[in-house]
């Protein structure tokens, strides 16, 4: 079974400029989160669907960040324009459960994200 | 509002040393417990997990860990580490939000090095 991919695993942009990551879940699954891990922290919830509704986008800065996830599959995060505090390691992770409640998640290996 | 704390942020051991990792959390209801791992230079995945049933679960490689309502802990136990077992562990709690959906919250995270 192929796991959760995330590209690009690598980006530095300047301040003030947009970034986009991409995320592609296990195949199947119904629910797909987005987190921030800012370094020395634990990842951060910033939105969950469930195929493709927004189940929770209650800390995602939506004055700066938007997050679709088109057709129930694959998912994109943009940050426009970028802050240096949005220097993090951007996951993606999936479940199969739609409730979502004890399900374990599957993570993708992130996007590390340097603003400068 | 609700948390997750893990009171270790770098622990060393030798091999063969026990280990215990604390994590409480604050919320008063029904809450689902998860420790996930992130071993160097992989992704990060589960350990176990508990939503209900015997408070002592086990996991995977050897570790086990003990729901205590009353002090709304989840503590993570293993009686001999290894040196393979060296990696960064959160504590995280599934609980139901005030919409209804259930959200994820993470600890800040561990970071055990286990000497050879």
């Known amino acids: 079974e192929a796991g959760v991919a995330q590209s690009p695993r690598y980006k530095i942009i300047e301040k003030r400029q947009s970034v986009a990551f991409w995320c592609n879940p296990i195949s199947g699954h119904a629910t797909l989160y987005w987190y921030q891990q800012i370094l020395g922290q634990g990842p951060k919830l910033l939105i969950q669907?469930?195929?493709?509704?927004?189940?929770?986008d209650s800390q995602l800065p939506k004055d700066r960040f938007s997050a679709e996830r088109l057709k129930g599959v694959d998912s994109t995060l943009k940050i426009q324009p970028a802050k240096l505090e949005d220097s993090a390691v951007y996951l993606c992770a999936s479940s199969s459960d739609l409730t979502a409640s004890t399900d374990t998640q599957y993570f993708g290996p992130g996007t590390r994200l340097t603003v400068l | 509002a609700q948390s997750v704390s893990q009171h270790n942020h770098h622990v060393i051991l030798s091999e063969a040393a026990s280990l215990e990792l604390g994590c409480n959390y604050s919320?008063?209801?029904?809450?689902?417990l998860f420790w996930y791992v992130q071993y160097p230079g992989q992704h990060l995945q589960l350990l176990l997990k508990y939503f209900s049933g015997d408070p002592l679960v086990k996991g995977i490689k050897g570790f086990e860990a003990e729901f205590i309502k009353s002090k709304f802990s989840f503590n993570l136990r293993k009686p001999s580490v290894q040196w393979s077992d060296t990696a960064e562990y959160f504590c995280?709690?599934?609980?139901?939000?005030?919409?209804?959906?259930?959200?994820?919250?993470f600890g800040t995270g561990t970071r055990l090095k286990v000497l050879a």
């Open positions: 919320y008063g209801g029904t809450v689902n």
């Open positions: 669907f469930q195929n493709n509704g927004v189940v929770d």
């Open positions: 995280a709690v599934n609980a139901a939000s005030t919409s209804g959906t259930y959200k994820y919250i």
